[in-house]
């Protein structure tokens, strides 16, 4: 494994976070604080932050203490001078300014991990789930090589956070049968929306049927993620997804309401067999963050819900539950996933130690 030197240890990356001050950046600085493989050393945010400390500048949000070694950080800028001697960089960034950032980090020589959506589409940049897509890393590697400037820095993206847990439940049937088209009805987490985000007079003892982009989002990186690496391109997946995106007053835990029409016939407990053995294709490389389990089907008839169920694998583990027969398409369920874990930094972090893995990073 190329995550050990020669005498067995594990060979720790240096890491910082762009956006470290926001909700995705704070669920980095948490799972970071005692990761085996990755170290963390700078922390970057805009101009309003930088030059004070992480703790003042950041308004820290989690029900876990904020670690005491990154409370003194002092935030940097964004630019890629400013974090020499870092190898991996974890992007948080607020879309509108990340597809600059990023490339310029890129082009200096870093791997960055994204969780904003601008190069999301890019033709050769994977949007990787390690428990989906794992071969999608062959992008990453051709961005690699291609680099200009000989520094082989790349860029890998999440998902968006509702496309995560959606993609994850999706690809068990299409591999067992095929999918041909699914309608997706989401409850998101305020989280989702960072902070402040919505304000509290629109959203408590309220519901707002409408997340500008999202529904587009869903439509279409779903296809991209379950479509195929091939021959240098990437070729979406041939399904057709309709999709209707909600706030609701929940803190973390975007909930979704799917109805799947199948290619081959299936029955209920045959979906539900499928979900449930469902075994991660990346088992094999025990990468540190990765959860027993990829997906957990619960037998309750009222779960999978977001309080009792958001941190199933430490948020890791995507819930499904009320697997049963869709009287309009073939089978329908609802499915959790934890937004600003498996949806944003957990899924970077997952990304990261698979290209390590792999001896990319
Ligand atoms: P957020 O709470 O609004 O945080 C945004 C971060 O971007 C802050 O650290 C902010 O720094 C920084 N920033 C803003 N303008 C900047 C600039 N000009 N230069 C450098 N840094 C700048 O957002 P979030 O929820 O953490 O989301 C971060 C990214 O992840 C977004 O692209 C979002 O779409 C994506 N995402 C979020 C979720 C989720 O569930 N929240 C899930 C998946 C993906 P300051 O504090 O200094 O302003």
């Not at 520094?151 to 968006?160: D, E, L, V």
């Not at 987490?189 to 007079?201: E, F, R, W």
């Amino acid at each position: 494994m190329t995550v050990e030197d020669g005498d067995g240890r594990p060979r720790r990356r240096t890491v910082a976070i762009l956006g470290a001050t926001g909700l995705v950046g704070q669920r980095f600085v948490e799972r970071l604080a005692d990761h085996p493989w990755f170290e963390l050393v700078a922390v970057g945010a805009s101009s309003r932050s930088a030059g004070q400390t992480y703790a003042r500048a950041c308004s820290w949000k989690l029900d876990t203490a904020l670690p005491d070694a990154v409370s003194a950080f002092v935030v940097r800028p964004c630019v890629p001078r400013e974090f020499e001697g870092v190898q991996i960089v974890f992007s948080a960034l607020d879309s509108s300014v990340a597809g600059d950032i990023e490339s310029e980090f890129a082009n200096a020589g870093f791997a960055v991990f994204t969780n904003a959506s601008p190069h999301r589409m890019d033709a050769d940049v994977p949007v990787l789930i390690p428990f989906v897509n794992p071969d999608h890393l062959e992008a990453a590697f051709a961005q690699s090589r291609a680099s200009k400037n000989g520094r082989s820095g790349f860029i890998i993206a999440n998902a968006n956070c509702a496309s995560t847990g959606l993609v994850v439940a999706l690809r068990p049937l299409q591999q067992a049968f095929g999918i041909d088209s699914a309608l997706v009805v989401t409850m998101q987490a305020v989280s989702g929306a960072g902070y402040p985000g919505v304000p509290a007079m629109d959203i408590v003892d309220n519901v707002v049927p409408y997340i500008p982009g999202e529904e587009d989002k869903l439509e279409s990186e779903p296809l991209k993620i379950l479509g195929e690496w091939r021959n240098g391109a990437f070729r979406p997946a041939e399904m057709t997804l309709s999709a209707q995106c909600n706030r609701v007053c929940v803190r973390d835990g975007h909930l979704a309401c799917c109805s799947v029409k199948l290619r081959r016939p299936a029955t209920a407990d045959e979906v539900r067999d499928a979900l449930s053995q469902y075994e991660s294709p990346v088992a094999q490389y025990k990468l540190p963050s990765a959860p027993a389990s990829p997906i957990v089907v619960l037998s309750a008839d009222d779960r999978p819900q977001p309080r009792l169920d958001r941190d199933c694998g430490r948020g890791y583990t995507i819930t499904v539950g009320r697997v049963r027969a869709c009287t309009l398409l073939d089978v329908k369920f609802t499915l959790l996933s934890h937004n600003t874990v498996i949806g944003a930094a957990g899924g970077s972090l997952l990304n990261a130690e698979l290209a390590v893995a792999r001896g990319l990073a």
